[in-house]
């Protein structure tokens, strides 16, 4: 079940939007208009707050630093270029300088394994659902720490960062189909390690 959650999630928060629409977004974030950024915010908020809280580990520093990425773009988006790799990519790379400051300020190694929030998939105001859901992240962080680093990699970058495959192909230094590929096999290890702690919520 939670699996499938996942899956549908990355399905239904993935649609990317098409060049032309990206490109008109830019052209009007460029001009500082405040509702192209309100867009860019509600869009890509939630993968970069993800995807820092997991590099940081501290919910209040990744905010703080989720804050930052913003604060840069509108700066610098007179220097991004659309070349295919997508203004989230672009966002994400600016999380990824920030973060590696932080690692070169503590002189330290990121905490792992990956740590999932109740908020980053919503269980509604049910709360047997919510206790469910609950059960069911101490299994699937016990499961992430049997995964290899790869694996736990794409996981992240997928469905924490919520990027597309070709991102993270360019961000891995990995075709697309190898992306697939890493993806597909994670997956697969993750199932049989929720298997093997007895996970009964699989689809």
Same mark, same amino acid.
């Given at each position: 079940m939670l699996?499938?959650?996942?899956?549908?999630?990355?399905?239904?928060?993935l649609e990317p939007a098409g060049d032309h629409d990206e490109v008109a977004l830019v052209e009007?974030?460029?001009? !500082?208009?405040? &509702?192209?950024?309100?867009?860019?915010? #509600?869009?890509?908020?939630?993968?970069?707050?993800?995807?820092?809280y997991y590099r940081v580990g501290d919910a209040d520093l990744a905010e703080e630093l989720t804050a930052q990425v913003f604060e840069r773009a509108v700066k610098h988006i007179g220097r991004y270029r659309h070349q295919g790799s997508g203004l989230g990519a672009w966002l994400n790379r600016i999380a990824q300088n920030l973060a590696n400051d932080v690692y070169r300020r503590r002189k330290a190694r990121p905490p792992e394994p990956?740590? !999932?929030?109740? &908020?980053?998939?919503?269980?509604?105001? #049910?709360?047997?659902?919510?206790?469910?859901q609950q059960e069911s992240y101490r299994y699937l962080h016990a499961a992430l720490a049997r995964l290899?680093?790869?694996?736990?990699?794409?996981?992240?970058?997928?469905?924490?960062?919520?990027?597309?495959?070709?991102?993270?192909?360019?961000?891995?230094?990995?075709?697309?189909?190898?992306?697939?590929?890493?993806?597909?096999?994670?997956?697969?290890?993750?199932?049989?390690?929720?298997?093997?702690?007895?996970y009964h919520g699989l689809p």
């Open positions: 699996i499938l959650t996942l899956l549908q999630a990355l399905h239904d928060s009007r974030a460029r001009k !500082l208009d405040n &509702a192209a950024w309100q867009v860019i915010y #509600d869009r890509y908020y939630s993968r970069l707050y993800g995807y820092l990956l740590e !999932l929030q109740e &908020a980053w998939i919503d269980s509604g105001d #049910d709360p047997a659902a919510a206790a469910i290899t680093p790869d694996q736990r990699e794409v996981i992240l970058l997928r469905f924490v960062a919520r990027m597309t495959s070709p991102e993270i192909g360019r961000r891995l230094g990995k075709t697309t189909g190898a992306v697939k590929a890493l993806q597909h096999r994670a997956l697969a290890a993750l199932r049989r390690e929720l298997e093997a702690l007895n």
